[in-house]
């Protein structure tokens, strides 16, 4: 087996055996449970919240887009915020602890040791986006008798390009910025640019900006190009990540 | 005999300081190297250096005949390396970071498995069950020797791998490297020079980022031995001190354990002829003269100006 892969593999139990399986999977799985039950129960919520004061204002009848599109602006938003502060540190924790100088004295390159950090946890959400989709899936399907698969999984998979590249961008300040607080707020600070760029539309339509918004529509079940935007996306993690490889490389451990 | 380390100009320079400046080292194969230096002179950055952590500024850098920028994984396979503070993955336990060492090495499970044992026994962690991130500083540093050993190197470099040692994990450690004589070599920094006299057979000296000497431990000794000659008298030796202190072949003059008189000189034969006679003229009885040995030490005090490493 390749340095790499006993990397990846090191990389894939400490997920496993430390914190990292409880915060971001129960975030998602809080959100998976919770977003079509409130989605369906939305117009007796609020009315219940507002009695009279809303009396004569007709709350369309909630269907199961309005479950995916639940879901889809939690992963948009919170979960996104959660995986923004949880990478903060996914390169400048094993400098600050000592543990990479004893991996990267041994023969695994640096290159290695960046896209095996990058590539497990991009599976991570993956498998995390995909079972939180499958539950919110089938609680949709129970609560309102319907729930085609199309909008749904569209969005989702789209959104997971966009946390991939998210998951890219985090490894490329953690190896610039010591601090994981300072990588986390310059990803926040990232997300709020990418999302005001959205509102123009050749970003908003072409490039990674795109994907701020259009896993919504796609749970809306609007129809929206969603090529460019992807293909745009995935080439820009592949540069950040090679980025973040240039960057490791040249600084001294 | 090829050498195993050789640099060349080696300088590395952080903002105006220069951590190294022009270190010329070779250290040669089978050897066991003491790199010895006050705190801040260097060592740990040479360290660096020497594994690809850090660049040099400038100079050259070989490992096993290799250049060390270039050579990456192929030199680092047969390099054990530990660092002064080790750092692990506080939720394996001691065996499951050695399987994973010598997975990176690529190591088959066989001889992993053969090895483990013995490791874990010379870090005196065969029993211990709980993960590393309860272990003491003392036990990490024996996992961190063990770990450096699991490829079986042809160049072990070692950062203070006694400095967090009770006396028998020291003793154990030091036993262990005096077993590589010959096989691996072995090039390590402390300040404990008792270590370093013990087990090495060369040592350099490092102060402010430059090597301010290096060669066999015997001849660095040897070379400052014939300088100090050590006197006992029966009486009086306070003025036979103060005599000897006003002859011009005197360098420094400094009263030893049991009233002795520790004369550092330029000129050893005028000593050996013209004490003896400065002790008849006093009346004074001779106990004792000798061309005293001047420990590492004592060596090392000179050569780094007083600090004590």
């Known amino acids: 087996m390749s340095g790499f892969a006993v990397f990846a593999r090191k990389e894939a139990r400490e997920i496993l055996r430390t914190w990292r399986i409880w915060v971001l999977p129960g975030i998602l799985l809080f959100f998976a449970l919770t977003g079509p039950v409130l989605a369906r129960f939305t117009p007796e919520i609020v009315g219940a919240l507002a009695g009279d004061q809303l009396k004569g204002l007709l709350i369309p009848t909630p269907t199961y887009h309005d479950a995916y599109t639940q879901w889809i602006k939690n992963l948009s938003q919170i979960a996104l915020f959660a995986l923004i502060i949880i990478y903060g540190n996914i390169i400048s924790s094993e400098r600050r602890s000592g543990t990479a100088v004893l991996v990267l004295t041994k023969p695994v390159s640096r290159t290695a040791f960046i896209i095996a950090k990058a590539a497990v946890h991009s599976a991570f959400l993956a498998i995390l986006v995909v079972a939180g989709s499958l539950l919110t899936w089938g609680l949709t399907a129970a609560v309102f008798r319907q729930a085609p698969g199309s909008a749904l999984w569209s969005s989702a998979l789209v959104w997971l390009v966009f946390g991939v590249l998210f998951i890219t961008l985090m490894t490329l300040l953690s190896v610039l910025i010591g601090s994981a607080a300072g990588a986390a707020g310059a990803g926040l600070g990232t997300y709020a640019l990418v999302s005001i760029a959205a509102i123009w539309k050749p970003l908003g339509t072409y490039l990674p900006a795109a994907l701020a918004t259009v896993p919504s529509s796609l749970a809306a079940g609007k129809d929206v190009a969603v090529l460019w935007p992807v293909l745009t996306s995935l080439l820009l993690a592949a540069v950040l990540v090679a980025l973040a490889t240039l960057a490791f490389r040249r600084s001294d451990l | ?309």
């Open chain 2, 1 to 309: 005999m090829s050498a195993s380390i050789r640099t060349t100009g080696l300088t590395k320079v952080y903002g105006e300081k220069h951590a190294l400046d022009s270190v010329d080292l070779v250290v040669e194969e089978g050897s066991i190297f003491g790199f010895l230096g006050p705190n801040g002179a260097g060592k740990t950055t040479t360290l660096r250096v020497l594994t690809g952590l850090a660049r040099p500024t400038s100079g050259s850098v070989q490992i096993l005949g290799h250049d060390v920028a270039s050579a990456a994984n192929s030199v680092r396979a047969q390099i054990g390396f530990l660092p002064d503070v080790p750092g692990f993955y506080e939720w394996m336990s001691a065996e499951e970071f050695l399987r994973f060492a010598g997975g990176l090495f690529g190591i088959g499970r066989r001889v992993l498995d053969e090895r483990l044992g013995m490791l874990l026994d010379l870090a005196g962690l065969g029993d211990v069950k709980t993960k590393i991130g309860g272990y003491s500083r003392g036990m990490k540093q024996r996992l961190g020797v063990a770990q450096a050993l699991v490829n079986a190197p042809k160049l072990l470099l070692l950062d203070e791998p006694t400095s967090a040692l009770d006396p028998m994990g020291r003793k154990d450690v030091l036993d262990m490297l005096i077993s590589l004589r010959g096989r691996t070599t072995v090039f390590f920094s402390t300040h404990i020079l008792a270590d370093v006299e013990r087990v090495c057979d060369t040592v350099a000296i490092l102060d402010r980022g430059r090597v301010v000497a290096q060669a066999p431990i015997d001849e660095l000794k040897a070379r400052y031995a014939e300088q100090k000659v050590v006197v006992e008298v029966t009486g009086g030796a306070d003025q036979l001190a103060e005599e000897i202190g006003r002859q011009p072949w005197v360098t420094t003059v400094a009263r030893g354990s049991n009233g002795a008189i520790e004369i550092t000189v330029k000129d050893v034969r005028a000593a050996q002829q013209e004490i003896p006679a400065m002790i008849a003229d006093l009346q004074l009885g001779l106990s004792r003269m000798e061309a005293g040995e001047m420990g590492l030490e004592e060596v090392f005090v000179k050569l780094v100006g007083g600090e004590q490493p």
